[in-house]
């Protein structure tokens, strides 16, 4: 079989819902204020380690 890979235009794309926890809640980002999805954007995301293995951190 000859497999393709899919392209989209812009035109043809629709945006995405991002949705997090708050407070034991999921609420979808669109829904915070303007100082709300500023602190949303400075979130780091980290990756717990074993013990005895150095720490990483990601970036959003």
Known sequence: ???T???LNDTD???CE???RVMG???????FN???KGE????RFFVERHAGQAPTTQTA
């Open 40 to 43: 949303f954007h400075e979130r």
């Open 25 to 31: 809640y999921h609420r979808p980002v669109s829904s």
């Open 5 to 7: 890979p899919a392209t």
């Open 13 to 15: 794309r629709q945006p």
């Open 18 to 20: 991002i949705w997090t």
């Open 1 to 3: 079989m000859n497999h």
């Open 34 to 36: 303007i100082g709300k």
